[in-house]
């Protein structure tokens, strides 16, 4: 990836004591920068804590990120900050339980005024490491320390598996928006939720459970075989599945990974393009912020 290219916007909010130690370029106390008129219905918000000594910690969520924030150090940089990203938390929920982790991140970004705004650039695109930390919640029991971090990295390491697979069958598929017609509605897909997501790819990835297409071959019963409970075509798996993922995908491992951890795949599916499409079209007002 190309890393200084790629510009993202963000709504901007900054604390009162960031703020009254910034210079005269710097957002005033009590405002932020929200877009408008966007191909992305929501905006990144990146907060800045109190500056000492040119330092200050950062976050950023919202947006696309959803149930993430990326963490770091904030230094001043001219008139805009330097943002080293140094960790990335997250928190998923399904039916049965929730999980929450917390990543090691490598990663610099640029956060300076542009025009009447302010822009938001990745100077070396942030990278998610290895899991530090999980805990989480299944049918009633808690795990924590490193019982549920073992747990946690081996799904992480299945996670990556399946969405490397899933960026090979659907290239350029979030957020190209020159893409043909016929791609739009595949690049819509990531902006319109988590469970969009389960519905779009899970029709890949389990038609088992979401349906075959049209014109699919009967099942032949001689090739099911049982995992978690559901009888998963193994023909399917051999024909569309790289061996490595096979005995994940008929084990029934995928499909609880994709149904308690579909937020995080969602995620890294796109993480690249999250931080490396110019997003131009974005434009941002500035709105007053009510006081508590």
């Known amino acids: 990836m190309e890393?200084?290219?790629?510009?993202?916007?963000?709504?901007?909010?900054l604390s009162a004591a960031a703020v009254l130690a910034a210079s005269c370029s710097s957002l005033p106390a009590g405002t932020a920068w929200r877009s408008t008129g966007s191909e992305l219905p929501r905006g990144l918000a990146v907060e800045i804590g109190?500056?000492?000594?040119?330092?200050?910690?950062?976050?950023?969520?919202?947006?696309?990120?959803?149930?993430?924030?990326?963490?770091?150090?904030?230094?001043?940089?001219?008139?805009?900050?330097?943002?080293?990203?140094?960790?990335?938390?997250?928190?998923?929920?399904?039916?049965e339980g929730w999980t929450e982790c917390r990543f090691a991140m490598e990663g610099e970004l640029s956060l300076r005024p542009?025009?009447?705004?302010?822009?938001l650039a990745a100077v070396s695109a942030p990278r998610i490491?290895?899991?530090?930390?999980?805990?989480?919640?299944?049918?009633?029991?808690?795990?924590?320390?490193?019982?549920?971090?073992?747990?946690?990295?081996?799904?992480?390491?299945?996670?990556q598996a399946v969405d490397e697979l899933l960026r090979e069958k659907?290239?350029?598929?979030?957020?190209?928006?020159?893409?043909?017609?016929?791609?739009?509605?595949?690049?819509?897909?990531?902006?319109?939720?988590?469970a969009d997501f389960q519905t779009e790819l899970g029709s890949f990835l389990f038609p088992e459970l979401?349906?075959?297409?049209?014109?699919?071959?009967?099942?032949?019963?001689?090739?099911?075989?049982?995992?978690?409970?559901i009888r998963w075509n193994s023909a399917y798996t051999r024909a569309n599945f790289?061996?490595?993922?096979?005995?994940?995908?008929?084990?029934?491992?995928?499909?609880?990974?994709?149904?308690?951890?579909a937020g995080l795949m969602r995620l890294d599916f796109a993480w690249e393009n999250l931080w490396g499409l110019r997003l131009e079209s974005v434009s941002f007002e500035r709105e007053q912020r009510k006081k508590p």
Do not use: C, H, K
């Not at 542009?114 to 822009?119: L, Q």
């Not at 530090?132 to 992480?156: C, H, I, P, V």
């Open 50 to 95: 109190s500056e000492a000594g040119g330092l200050a910690s950062f976050t950023i969520r919202g947006g696309e990120l959803e149930g993430a924030t990326v963490s770091g150090e904030a230094r001043r940089d001219g008139e805009g900050w330097a943002l080293e990203a140094r960790s990335l938390d997250w928190f998923g929920n399904w039916a």
């Open 170 to 194: 659907f290239p350029d598929a979030w957020y190209d928006y020159s893409a043909p017609p016929r791609f739009r509605a595949i690049a819509r897909l990531f902006r319109r939720g988590v």
């Open 3 to 13: 890393q200084n290219n790629y510009t993202l916007r963000a709504i901007i909010g």
């Open 129 to 159: 490491e290895a899991p530090l930390s999980a805990s989480m919640r299944q049918n009633g029991e808690y795990y924590a320390g490193d019982e549920a971090l073992a747990f946690f990295s081996r799904r992480w390491d299945r996670i």
């Open 210 to 229: 979401y349906g075959y297409p049209s014109g699919s071959a009967p099942v032949d019963r001689r090739d099911l075989v049982l995992g978690e409970s």
């Open 242 to 261: 790289p061996e490595a993922l096979r005995s994940i995908r008929d084990s029934g491992s995928m499909q609880r990974d994709f149904e308690e951890g």
């Open 114 to 119: 542009e025009g009447s705004g302010w822009a």
